[in-house]
């Protein structure tokens, strides 16, 4: 192993944020972690209006058939105590619970391969989507050089494939890896303060083989163990779960941290006080605990039926605002509309929704410009105000506003699964968060979108 450089040889760059997911189903297409998992439909919501040509309700609201992943305070206890039953199983000690320390970035060994770097992503996306923004974990530049662990910043994670593990940090014994382990993932500790520092992941791409779940699973897990959560939760109490000790026999898919309980239990553990023993837990440490959620929805109809109609919205949960949208998808590219044909520009206005971080409903209008021929534009919000916790957001110039008001974003076009959609740019002088929107109708009458920003889970629709 090369000598440790220094932690910061080089300026940092900026880190990216990882986006939400788009998910195409038919001719619908859906971004955010609920689409069809945890939105409501409107008549499930107590509370109606009209925000213009809009129809918006709110009200608290569980999906029924439990598809929500939403799981109680008894149930997310009982989880996280079967950690501590595997680890008697594996001859270790007791569990504590710890502070995850300050918001880390991710940096990946600058020889993985492309559909390693695709593993990550879809990890981070996985894991991401269960944490506040400040708890998420970023991504940052590539890592010219193997550090020793111990060396890692207490703001980093470090991610490295290697072939074979003749690469991998010495065993403690002296003794050799066992051919069949696939990857460790570990973090630097302080034990006075019970916080994760520096984490790091070493993963053998021949001994996970081919298969895009596979490697896909094998990362989440020990990204996972890096980023704080040291144990392995019991397989015969949770089979499906991500953080087994060993890679299910047959796999065909990940499972989506936000459907299950595990996820919840990955939101809970941030509440938790370090130091908390892992037998001793109980629902009171979780504190306030809802296995359902208060629910903002707006929508609006492209056509002369339901299924055409523009739906977004959010939900938000034990300190957690989950942003979304749902649509049919466009008949032709943007440039192809006959309705396009000799404009220069084309603009969508209409509202945006969702939460603040402490759970306010915040409200305002939204507008998406795009330049026909460049496919760049911008993402504007405005007018934003924002009521108390749990009520219908009112008409404008009754709320308090929120931060200064607006919120802007310079925004390209591009291509997800032969679908034309847009997302926010970094561009200089830019506000903080990240928008990932699509065109929704088959004329593109409908823009929609979420904005995820450090104060701010929301989404929005406008129309042509």
Known sequence: MPPSPPPYPLAKPQQAEIRVSYRFSGRHVGIGPAFANERPYIDDLETRSLFGSYDVGSGRWRDGHGRDGSASAAEVVRFLRSFQTQQDREGGGDLVFIDFGVQKSLRIGNTARASERRAVVAALRNMNTSLPWRHRILLGPDISESVAPEDIPDDEIHIHFTDGKALWPEVEDGEEYER???GIGGSNFDREAQRALGGYTYI???AVGRGTARMEFVVTHELLHAWGMGAHVDPGA???AILVPVLPRHLNE???????VEGEALLAEIKIAPGTRVSDLTVADLGPWDDDGFHLLGQIGLGGTDAEAMQFGAGYR???GRPWIWGPVPSTRLRANPEMSGRRTATWAGSLLGFSGAGR??????EIGIDIASLQG?????ELESWARETHPG???TGHRWGDGDLGYTIGVRTEAGTETFVSTFASGDDPGVVTGAFVGARHEGAAGVLEHPDLSAAFGATR
């Open 180 to 182: 069949n382990v696939l």
């Open 204 to 206: 053998d791409r021949q």
């Open 238 to 240: 949770y089979p499906d």
């Open 254 to 260: 990940v499972p989506l941290l936000w459907l299950t």
């Open 318 to 320: 034990n300190g957690l």
């Open 361 to 366: 409903p915040v409200a305002g209008d939204a």
């Open 378 to 382: 911008r993402a504007d919000f405005t």
């Open 395 to 397: 008409e404008p110039g």
